[in-house]
């Protein structure tokens, strides 16, 4: 595992050294398709800053959540790839405000149905979900791009994703390498995340085996997300970078 926190670092740099100061240079990116690949490869840099904090086998739950989300996320930037008309770019950028809507109105339903129970900020929140306007728009959303109406059944018909497919639809979408991905590395992460007894190990060495899929997995997409961020934006400095990382950890004798 020691090899694979040094390449979740080194992608970390990639990403900090070359990346960055390459799109600083270009002036504004931070709108339309650009914004969106940035602000998914930020959250995916967290993620793994995070995954280098777990180093221990007790550490294995955690480091199965994170790489779980860093597959998520490099579909995402896999979606927003192949996306040549910009409709799924709208739904994008356009699902948190829906979302944002659908809870506001499920958090101000429960309070309503108990009043003797009280929330700081309800009033604010029943005032941005009884906005006829605001709510109509939402609405027109919702059947414009995803083809849901919330008017007629406001519990089931909401995007459940910004896509709205689910993610082994993602996976398959993308090809039969990423598909085999979701097939063998997504049950055994969401073991870890759900409740129940399906993700308690039976050993110690089950523990530490979890912990390398998981970092391993960890690299695989943050390296891929990195290489599609090179190419959708031409970041030439970028991709010379990963090239020679790869050609380097290939030839390493380690």
């Not at 991709?239 to 380690?254: K, M, T, V, Y």
């Given at each position: 595992?020691?090899?694979?926190?040094?390449?979740?670092?080194?992608?970390?740099?990639?990403?900090?050294?070359?990346?960055?100061?390459?799109?600083?240079?270009?002036?504004?990116?931070?709108?339309?398709?650009?914004?969106?690949?940035?602000?998914?490869?930020?959250?995916?840099?967290?993620?793994?800053?995070?995954?280098?904090?777990?180093?221990?086998?007790?550490?294995?739950?955690?480091?199965?959540?994170?790489?779980?989300?860093?597959?998520?996320?490099?579909?995402?930037?896999?979606?927003?790839?192949?996306?040549?008309?910009?409709?799924?770019?709208?739904?994008?950028?356009?699902?948190?405000?829906?979302?944002?809507?659908?809870?506001?109105?499920?958090?101000?339903?429960?309070?309503a149905r108990?009043?003797?129970?009280?929330?700081?900020?309800?009033?604010?929140?029943?005032?941005?979900?009884?906005?006829?306007?605001?709510?109509?728009?939402?609405?027109?959303?919702?059947?414009?791009?995803?083809?849901?109406?919330?008017?007629?059944?406001?519990?089931?018909?909401?995007?459940?994703?910004?896509?709205?497919?689910?993610?082994?639809?993602?996976?398959?979408?993308?090809?039969?390498?990423?598909?085999?991905?979701?097939?063998?590395?997504?049950?055994?992460?969401?073991?870890?995340?759900?409740?129940?007894?399906?993700?308690?190990?039976?050993?110690?060495?089950?523990?530490?085996?979890?912990?390398?899929?998981?970092?391993?997995?960890?690299?695989?997409?943050?390296?891929?997300?990195l290489a599609?961020?090179?190419?959708?934006?031409?970041?030439?400095s970028l991709?010379?970078?990963?090239?020679?990382?790869?050609?380097?950890?290939?030839?390493?004798?380690?």
């Open positions: 595992m020691p090899d694979l926190l040094r390449q979740q670092a080194e992608l970390l740099a990639l990403w900090q050294d070359v990346a960055l100061p390459d799109l600083a240079s270009r002036g504004p990116l931070y709108t339309g398709r650009p914004k969106a690949y940035l602000e998914t490869v930020r959250r995916m840099e967290l993620w793994v800053r995070s995954m280098q904090l777990f180093t221990d086998s007790a550490h294995h739950q955690a480091a199965a959540a994170g790489a779980r989300a860093l597959f998520e996320l490099v579909l995402d930037m896999k979606s927003l790839a192949s996306d040549p008309d910009g409709s799924l770019l709208w739904k994008f950028q356009t699902f948190p405000e829906v979302e944002h809507f659908r809870v506001s109105q499920k958090i101000v339903d429960f309070y108990n009043p003797s129970l009280t929330l700081p900020d309800l009033p604010q929140r029943q005032a941005y979900v009884a906005d006829s306007a605001r709510r109509d728009r939402i609405h027109d959303l919702c059947r414009q791009m995803w083809g849901k109406d919330p008017a007629k059944d406001p519990v089931r018909q909401w995007p459940k994703h910004w896509t709205d497919r689910g993610s082994e639809q993602r996976a398959r979408e993308h090809g039969r390498d990423v598909e085999e991905l979701h097939v063998l590395a997504y049950p055994q992460l969401s073991f870890y995340l759900h409740s129940g007894a399906a993700g308690v190990p039976g050993s110690d060495a089950q523990e530490e085996a979890l912990m390398g899929f998981a970092h391993a997995l960890a690299v695989q997409c943050f390296l891929s997300a599609l961020l090179a190419q959708a934006l031409s970041v030439a991709l010379g970078a990963i090239d020679a990382w790869a050609r380097r950890w290939h030839d390493s004798p380690d």
